[in-house]
C-alpha cells in the first residue's frame, strides 16, 4: 500500500495519541446519559400523566430532539445560549469551556429519546399490576419503585443498549466547535502533517471496539435479566 495514502508508521505514531483522548468521549457519554436520564424520566412521567401544558411542551420538546439532526442542535446550544443569556440575563458565557455545550446538546438530545423509551417500558407493564399493589396498601410511589420500575427496566435494556451506542457515535461530532476530543486530535495533526487517514482509521477502530465491549456487556445483562421484549426508540 502506497506510503502516500497509508503508513503503518504513522499509525503506530498516531493511534495513542488519539487513545489520549478518549477519556473526554467517555466523560461525555456519562455526562449526557446522566442528564438524559433524569430530564428523559421527568418528561416521561408528564407524558405519562397528560399534564396540562407540560404534557404540550414535553411532546415538542421530545419531538425537536427527536427528529432534527444532533449537529444542528449542537450549533443551536452552541451559538443560541450565549445570545439568551446575555440577552436576558445578562451573563457572559465567553469564558465557558466549550465541552459544557456538548454536555448540554448531547443531554438534551438523550432525554428526547430517553423520554419515549422509558414512557413506553412503563406503559408495556400490564395496568393490573399496580392495582393489585394498591390492593395490599402499597403507595403509588411504593408501587412503582417495587413492581412498575423493575418489570419497565426489563423492557427498557435493549433500547437502553441503542441509545448508548447511537451517543458514543454522537460524540465525534464535539470538534465541529472545537473540542478536544479524538476527532479533534486528529484535525490537530493533520493539521501539521497532511496526514489524516491514519487517524481517522484508529478512531474507527475505537468506536468499533467500544461499541463491541458496550454490546457484550447488555447482552449478558439481558441473559441475566430475561429482557425479551424491545421498545422501538
Known amino acids: 500500500m502506497s506510503s502516500n495514502f497509508f503508513s503503518w508508521e504513522r499509525f503506530v505514531h498516531v493511534f495513542p495519541q488519539v487513545l489520549q483522548k478518549l477519556p473526554v468521549t467517555f466523560q461525555i457519554v456519562v455526562i449526557a446519559t446522566i442528564i438524559g ?135 465525534a461530532l464535539a470538534y465541529m466547535i472545537g473540542v478536544a476530543d479524538m476527532m479533534g486530535k486528529v484535525r490537530m495533526i493533520a493539521a501539521t502533517t497532511r496526514h489524516s487517514i491514519e487517524g481517522y482509521i484508529g478512531v474507527a477502530i475505537i468506536f468499533a471496539a467500544i461499541s463491541l465491549i458496550l454490546e457484550g456487556i447488555f447482552a449478558v445483562i439481558n441473559r441475566r435479566s430475561g429482557s425479551r421484549k424491545k421498545v422501538v426508540v
Open 37 to 171: 436520564l433524569l430530564l428523559g424520566t421527568l418528561l416521561a412521567v408528564i407524558r405519562i400523566k397528560r399534564i396540562p401544558v407540560l404534557n404540550q411542551l414535553a411532546y415538542l420538546m421530545i419531538s425537536f430532539f427527536r427528529g432534527t439532526p444532533a449537529l444542528v442542535q449542537m450549533f443551536i446550544v452552541y451559538y443560541g445560549m450565549p445570545l439568551l443569556f446575555r440577552s436576558y440575563l445578562n451573563m457572559d458565557l465567553s469564558g465557558v469551556d466549550k465541552i459544557f455545550f456538548v454536555f448540554i446538546t448531547f443531554g438534551l438530545n438523550q432525554a428526547g429519546y430517553m423520554a419515549e423509551l422509558i414512557r413506553a417500558s412503563i406503559l408495556s407493564v400490564p395496568i393490573g399490576q399496580t392495582e393489585a399493589a394498591y390492593s395490599v396498601g402499597l403507595t403509588g410511589w411504593q408501587a412503582f419503585y417495587r413492581i412498575v420500575f423493575p418489570q419497565a427496566l426489563k423492557v427498557a435494556i435493549p433500547g437502553l443498549e441503542t441509545l448508548f451506542v447511537m451517543l458514543l457515535q454522537d460524540t
